[in-house]
């Protein structure tokens, strides 16, 4: 398993939100520094909350103070942009990354900016997915590429400046069905799962879950002939975690900043996808239920690492987690927290503690200390 960030960005309007933007860059260098394998940035335009609204500028700014992580647009929503100048501005960001790219998109799941906009719900999708087919051959064909669609039209069109990788990694990320999912399990990309979406939501059908999205991307890579094990291997969960030194602590620590995100969260009606069987109201959603019931992975490492061990086993497998980044803390405790996972948790992980596992098994079964 690999690690990495997602953060929205979520910087409550009381911030100041100049210097939220070089804490969260800090946040980058450091997470390089810790041994993490990539970063994703979200894109937005309203609600107060989520403040940067060109990913790929951030993107930028971060490629020139580290060397190594990966770094993600996560996600460029589709429906608002025209899809050449996307892919001309990816494929630029594509060199001024050296290649440390991931092309992450999305049909924009901010009601708020579909309003700003004026999108209709009904046309996320088909705009989405329209607009990722032409992205997808400017980027990958040699030729000049003609497209006559019911949104976009081109005639010869072809990027000055093609990527930089040969083949750009692809990202989708899927909030409210699983048609993205099964189109990452069918064209090998990268699957993109929102942090509030439960590991199983029983009869609740409003929403996916986890389980239905990796079912999905699994049928669809079968059919495809694609690899279970490079499907799951190119999925990345997003999950609110927190490590302190035990759950009293950790569940203390994060109460307040925790009100005051899913406040936001919930006014904008999300609430709703993160509900398990019928009969659930919006305030049943409390803080105890979702560390619960999510699940989260909060506590000390020894709990989080057994959370993570959990949820792996409950959806089959998946290739990186992603930790949700917040301002529920000072910038202390958030440090320390992603400090203590990557010393404590991140080794139970890797492959090597894999196959030291795998080995002791075996000699256990011979009679080997």
């Known amino acids: 398993m690999k690690f990495g960030f997602f953060t929205m960005p979520e910087h409550p309007p009381r911030e100041n939100w100049t210097l939220s933007y070089d804490r969260d860059i800090a946040n980058i260098v450091d997470a390089e520094r810790l041994g993490f394998h990539e970063f994703w940035v979200g894109e937005h335009h309203t609600g107060g909350y989520e403040n940067v609204p060109v990913p790929e500028f951030m993107i930028a700014k971060a490629s020139a103070v580290t060397s190594r992580i990966r770094l993600g647009t996560g996600v460029i929503n589709l429906p608002y942009q025209d899809p050449?100048?996307?892919?001309?501005?990816?494929?630029?960001?594509?060199?001024?990354?050296?290649?440390?790219?991931?092309?992450?998109?999305?049909?924009?799941?901010?009601?708020?900016?579909?309003?700003?906009?004026?999108?209709?719900?009904?046309?996320?999708?088909?705009?989405?997915?329209?607009?990722?087919?032409?992205?997808?051959?400017?980027?990958?064909?040699?030729?000049?590429?003609?497209?006559?669609?019911?949104?976009?039209k081109y005639e010869n069109r072809q990027l000055q400046v093609g990527p930089y990788q040969d083949v750009p990694p692809f990202a989708i990320a899927g909030l409210t069905g699983t048609h993205n999912y099964a189109k990452c399990g069918e064209r090998g990309w990268k699957p993109l799962s929102v942090h509030f979406a439960p590991i199983e939501n029983g009869t609740y059908?409003?929403?996916?879950?986890?389980?239905?999205?990796?079912?999905?991307?699994?049928?669809?890579?079968?059919?495809?002939?694609?690899?279970?094990?490079?499907?799951?291997?190119?999925?990345?969960?997003?999950?609110?975690?927190?490590?302190?030194?035990?759950?009293?602590?950790?569940?203390?620590?994060?109460?307040?900043?925790?009100?005051?995100?899913?406040?936001?969260?919930?006014?904008?009606?999300?609430?709703?996808?993160?509900?398990?069987?019928?009969?659930?109201?919006?305030?049943?959603?409390?803080?105890?239920?979702?560390?619960?019931?999510?699940?989260?992975?909060?506590?000390?490492?020894?709990?989080?690492?057994?959370?993570?061990?959990?949820?792996?086993?409950?959806?089959?497998?998946f290739g990186t987690l992603l930790i949700n980044v917040r301002d529920w803390v000072t910038t202390d405790k958030w440090n320390r927290s992603n400090e203590m996972f990557a010393r404590y948790v991140m080794p139970h992980f890797t492959k090597r503690e894999r196959l030291d596992r795998r080995r002791k098994l075996a000699n256990r079964a011979l009679g080997i200390d």
């Open 205 to 317: 059908e409003l929403a996916p879950d986890l389980k239905g999205m990796g079912k999905a991307m699994l049928d669809a890579g079968a059919a495809a002939g694609i690899d279970p094990a490079v499907t799951r291997d190119n999925w990345r969960i997003v999950r609110e975690v927190y490590v302190t030194d035990d759950r009293n602590q950790a569940l203390k620590d994060i109460r307040e900043g925790v009100r005051l995100s899913y406040d936001y969260l919930f006014g904008l009606g999300l609430g709703a996808l993160m509900k398990i069987g019928d009969g659930m109201e919006d305030a049943d959603l409390t803080f105890e239920w979702m560390v619960d019931n999510i699940p989260w992975i909060v506590g000390s490492p020894e709990e989080c690492t057994r959370q993570l061990k959990e949820l792996e086993e409950e959806v089959g497998g």
């Open 84 to 152: 050449f100048m996307v892919a001309e501005r990816m494929a630029f960001l594509d060199h001024l990354t050296h290649g440390r790219l991931e092309y992450g998109f999305g049909g924009g799941g901010l009601p708020t900016d579909k309003e700003l906009f004026g999108l209709e719900p009904s046309e996320a999708s088909p705009r989405t997915n329209e607009a990722l087919e032409i992205i997808w051959q400017l980027l990958t064909s040699d030729d000049p590429v003609s497209y006559e669609g019911q949104y976009w």
